[in-house]
């Protein structure tokens, strides 16, 4: 019977042994390099390297160094760490890549480390404050109209109101615009009053013009019975077509929300004393906002880059609205219309206002008020919906 035999372990040798054995063989000169370097299996230049090394440092050459480069590409001097926190200083919102903007801009002759290095320098500082991260969330488009040019949708709000140091409360009207974030207004009013926040809309459509649409909740003075409000009713008939978010969506105007928390953190806190000095914080946070901030969501460009005056000119006279002539036209007096010698309540937003009737089948009408759907009217059973329910 065949005597099985368990092989024996190889010895294990390390990289450490075997350059000790190469450079005694080579001490011992009776075998040249080139042959001692095929026995090793290492290539010539290698061979020389352990030899060169052994000479130069003795047997500490022959250690393993390190492959990590001896020098730090990413490395930051004190001078240039000393420009990137100054000018953290001077915008403590702003992140690594809006600051890299400005560096390269202000100092062209300097080779300024990349966003994540200066993101590390600001995390070193303590300057970065980690936020929660939140659930992606898809916001409805239709029937939104598309970010497709300047002017094509406004974004408009109140941000939070809040009590300034007198004792009065600020309502900050917001409206910027869609495609490039241009903040055409940023002012702090007393209330959200229709008179004053219509006032500060004709200022921005004489300034710049009528965009296509107007984007807003369903608050006031946005939005009432209908959808309809005063003010909303003054948009149509300008040719503007408001747009209302779903109740809880505010991420439906996630660009408008983005800019309240830039808004928040460098113009409100801390509270100003009186109105007059907010509006100065206000103007300043626009100012910078629109020709200074560069938008990673714009290619680094400001809004004023990329911000246009629209064709569309306030008028002077609104033209009276015409409907077709297949339409039924009723006039509203005091929330009401007549049908039929039965009164029919649909919003008091539009007193005054001539609405038309689009006949959809035999006793139901689609109700228009210039070029916008507001409701529906079922005369067969003597009710207005806002939907229609089919």
Not at 76 to 81: H, I, N, T
Not at 90 to 118: C, M, Q, Y
Not at 265 to 289: C, G, L, N, T
Request: glycine content about 6%; charged content about 30%; hydrophobic content about 30%.
């Amino acid at each position: 019977m065949q005597r099985r035999v368990n092989p024996l372990p190889w010895k294990e040798v390390s990289p450490m042994d075997e350059k000790v054995k190469f450079i005694a063989a080579v001490c011992d000169g009776s075998v040249s390099i080139t042959s001692l370097c095929e026995t090793f299996g290492i290539s010539r230049k290698t061979g020389y390297k352990w030899l060169n090394r052994y000479r130069q440092e003795g047997p500490n050459g022959l250690l393993d160094r390190s492959k990590s480069p001896h020098t730090n590409p990413n490395r930051v001097s004190f001078a240039e760490e000393r420009f990137i926190l100054a000018l953290r200083k001077r915008h403590p919102t702003w992140g690594p890549k809006k600051l890299l903007v400005i560096l390269e801009k202000e100092n062209p002759e300097i080779t300024w480390p990349s966003a994540s290095t200066i993101g590390n320098i600001l995390q070193k500082r303590g300057l970065v404050k980690s936020r929660k991260k939140k659930r992606e969330m898809i916001a409805r488009s239709f029937p939104f109209q598309g970010y497709d040019h300047p002017n094509a949708v406004w974004c408009a709000d109140f941000k939070g109101d809040f009590k300034l140091k007198d004792g009065i409360r600020c309502y900050p009207l917001t409206i910027s615009d869609g495609y490039s974030r241009f903040l055409l207004c940023c002012k702090g009013l007393s209330g959200t009053k229709t008179y004053d926040t219509k006032k500060e809309f004709e200022r921005c459509f004489r300034e710049y013009g009528l965009p296509n649409a107007i984007r807003t909740d369903n608050g006031v003075p946005f939005a009432a019975g209908l959808g309809m409000s005063l003010l909303s009713t003054w948009w149509i008939k300008l040719g503007i077509l408001p747009e209302r978010i779903r109740p809880g969506k505010p991420q439906e105007n996630g660009r408008h929300e983005r800019m309240h928390r830039t808004l928040k953190a460098e113009a409100v806190y801390p509270i100003r004393s009186s109105m007059k000095q907010q509006q100065k914080s206000f103007d300043r946070f626009r100012a910078e906002y629109n020709f200074e901030r560069p938008h990673e969501a714009l290619g680094q460009k400001t809004p004023s880059q990329l911000y246009k005056h629209s064709t569309r000119i306030f008028p002077n006279r609104i033209p009276e609205i015409r409907y077709p002539d297949h339409f039924e036209i009723r006039k509203v007096d005091d929330g009401c219309f007549y049908w039929k010698n039965q009164r029919y309540f649909i919003t008091k937003s539009l007193a005054g206002e001539r609405i038309g009737f689009e006949p959809v089948e035999d006793g139901l009408w689609r109700i228009y008020f210039s070029f916008v759907t507001i409701g529906y009217f079922d005369e067969r059973i003597r009710k207005v919906t806002r939907t229609l329910k089919v």
